[in-house]
């Protein structure tokens, strides 16, 4: 009987560390995010979705009531994503997603880093580096585009001539 009562105070005491560990790890995973600014990464990456939707928008084949129409749906849109892409209701689930992915000493690190001046150079310059590679990808998808354009021609020419092919005959049954 004692030992019970000893295995059910170890596993409870066994318990609490863990989740004072987890606390612990909580908690410097929030300074790490703090630190990384994603706050002002969320934010600007919302501005900059919401500007390319905008740009997005061809309002030059419409009369100008479509237009209008199209304006006031883009407006509740981006009103709908900036209210509901904030930084207040993601926070959560990266401090998970973080405490989940990375260890205590691999988020000390982290923290470490970006701690330093070259590390917030990182993160000052890493959006620009990551537009300025994905522009210069756009010539690449484009050749690409390029270049699967005649496979979709045949692959769509065989889908059309495979519907309009009579189905087989059931085999006979026994």
Same mark, same amino acid.
């Given at each position: 009987?004692?030992?019970?009562?000893?295995?059910?105070?170890?596993?409870? +005491?066994?318990?609490? &560390?863990?989740?004072?560990? !987890?606390?612990?790890?909580?908690?410097?995973?929030?300074?790490?995010?703090?630190?990384?600014?994603? !706050?002002?990464?969320? %934010?600007? +990456?919302?501005?900059? &979705?919401? +500007?390319? #939707?905008?740009?997005?928008?061809?309002?030059?084949?419409?009369?100008?009531? $479509?237009?209008?129409?199209?304006?006031?749906? #883009? !407006? $509740?849109?981006?009103?709908?994503?900036?209210?509901?892409?904030?930084?207040?209701?993601?926070?959560?689930?990266?401090?998970? &997603?973080? %405490?989940? +992915?990375?260890?205590?000493?691999?988020?000390?690190?982290?923290?470490?880093?970006? %701690?330093?001046?070259?590390?917030?150079?990182?993160?000052?310059?890493?959006?620009?580096?990551?537009?300025?590679? #994905? $522009?210069?990808?756009?010539?690449?998808?484009?050749?690409?585009?390029?270049?699967?354009?005649?496979?979709?021609?045949?692959?769509?020419?065989?889908?059309?001539?495979?519907?309009?092919?009579?189905?087989?005959?059931?085999?006979?049954?026994?």
């Amino acid at each position: 009987m004692k030992r019970r009562w000893l295995l059910i105070l170890l596993l409870c +005491t066994l318990t609490s &560390v863990a989740r004072a560990d !987890d606390t612990t790890k909580h908690a410097k995973v929030e300074k790490l995010l703090d630190i990384m600014h994603l !706050d002002r990464m969320v %934010s600007t +990456t919302v501005d900059v &979705v919401s +500007t390319q #939707m905008k740009s997005q928008l061809d309002l030059s084949r419409m009369t100008p009531a $479509q237009q209008e129409t199209s304006k006031q749906f #883009m !407006d $509740q849109v981006l009103s709908l994503v900036k209210a509901n892409i904030t930084w207040q209701k993601m926070k959560p689930d990266f401090v998970e &997603v973080y %405490s989940k +992915t990375f260890s205590e000493e691999e988020i000390d690190a982290m923290y470490s880093f970006y %701690s330093t001046p070259v590390g917030q150079a990182v993160l000052e310059k890493a959006p620009l580096a990551l537009q300025q590679s #994905m $522009q210069s990808m756009q010539s690449v998808n484009q050749e690409l585009l390029q270049k699967i354009k005649p496979l979709s021609d045949e692959y769509e020419k065989k889908m059309r001539e495979e519907a309009a092919a009579p189905a087989p005959s059931p085999a006979p049954s026994k």
